[in-house]
Structure formats: C-alpha cells, structure tokens
C-alpha cells in the first residue's frame, strides 16, 4: 500500500522569507501524480500545486514551487515570499492512475509579521 | 458552477442516532469520496465510488454506509452515532484518472455528545 510521510508536524516562518516543508512517499508504481493541498482555517482544501511523475521538471505555481526527487521518493513544497494568508495546514498527497488519493498527516505553516 | 455541495455544514448528535450526510456535485464527475478528518490529522478515507451503483469501502468504513444511485449524488449514512465518529467530514469528486487531483466540498463538522 502507498504510504505519504510528512515528517515536520509544525512549521514557522517569517512574513516575506522562503520556507520548505518536506514529504515523503511511498510506491512501487512508476507513473502515479504528487499534489500539495493546503486548507486554511475555513476548512476549505485547496489545490496548491501537482507534479506528474513522469515529468522531471519541477511545477511551479507563482510563489510555490516543488522539488521531485523521483529516485528518493521525495516531494517537498517551497513556499517564497511567505504572506500570512499562507497561514494553514498543508497536505501532501499521492495517486497513482484513477485511484483514489492518500494524504499525509499534514503540516501546520504558521507565519510571523 | 457550485462544484461539491455538502449539507449540513455543522450537526451536533446525541449517541446512537442516526444522520445522512448529503454530498452533490454538477461537473459529471465518476468518481466521488468521502473522507474525515480527526482534529489535526490527515484525511482517511471512508468510502468511494465509481460511478453510479458502483461503492467500495476505503480505510476506516465501520459505523458507515453509502448509496450512489446518480451520479451526482453520494450521501453518506452514520447508524448509532458514537463519540468516536466526532470529526469533520468532506465529500470530493473527480474525473477517473486524471491528473486534476479532487473537488472537494466545505466539509461538515459532526459533533456525537
């Protein structure tokens, strides 16, 4: 079964500065897709950004961007120019071809003025 | 487009009653889930389906029940309420294996007293 770690329970990071949260995963499959939800305090889960496994580009997203290391199943978010409404927890998540999607336990960001 | 509409939005419950919670989407999405989410943990899945009259059971079923006679709906049962199924509960939809991960709906915040 695909497991998804994210390892780092709480982060902080000051207004304007870069910060990474880390995830690991694993899989046995070759062609399966990443994403990074985050879901503020209104309980809403949003879509941040998602990698597709056979792409050995990294997505970016404006101020968010992501390091794939296929190799090292690993799947981390970098978050630049940190605002307060990045404030939330974020979810990494994996799923392979029309299968459902397994998340990790999440990473609250809290971000200071 | 309204996307994933959920109802209700909180409910509090007194043991051993029973509720549905309704979940609709408008997009012709096959697949739907349901998920909770236990205060500061990931998603676990509950139950999914494929497509109308198709369901499975995800990673933690017990206590639930689901139907999927449309394809626009996919109410979720609870019989006999426990305190063990307080959490907040979403309901997402997707295209069958795409890379556009889930629509997910606002959530409800069940509460067993």
């Known amino acids: 079964a695909q497991t998804v770690t994210q390892s780092q329970p709480e982060m902080s990071v000051q207004e304007a500065e870069t910060v990474t949260l880390s995830c690991t995963y694993d899989?046995?499959?070759?062609?399966?897709?990443l994403f990074w939800y985050k879901q503020p305090p209104s309980r809403q889960m949003i879509l941040v950004i998602r990698?597709?496994?056979?792409?050995?580009q990294n997505a970016t997203e404006n101020r968010f961007s992501v390091n794939f290391q296929k190799a090292a199943k690993s799947f981390s978010l970098k978050i630049s120019d940190s605002q307060l409404g990045d404030a939330a927890m974020y979810f990494c998540a994996y799923r392979r071809y029309g299968n459902k999607l397994v998340f990790g336990a999440g990473t609250i960001l809290r971000v200071k003025s | 487009n309204a996307g994933v509409t959920q109802t209700p939005k909180f409910r509090i419950l007194k043991i051993g009653q029973s509720m549905t919670l309704q979940c609709t989407q408008d997009?012709?999405?096959?697949?739907m889930y349901w998920y909770r989410q236990d205060p500061g943990m990931g998603l676990k899945l509950i139950y999914y389906?494929?497509?109308?009259?198709?369901?499975d059971k995800g990673e933690v079923p017990n206590g639930y029940n689901v139907s999927r006679s449309t394809t626009e709906d996919f109410p979720l049962r609870l019989e006999l309420a426990a305190p063990s199924q307080t959490s907040v509960y979403f309901c997402a939809s997707s295209q069958s294996g795409t890379a556009d991960g889930y629509t997910f709906g606002s959530g409800t915040r069940l509460t067993v007293v």
């Open positions: 389906s494929v497509g109308a009259g198709i369901t």
């Open positions: 899989t046995s499959e070759s062609d399966y897709y």
């Open positions: 990698q597709e496994a056979y792409k050995q």
């Open positions: 997009m012709n999405h096959n697949y």
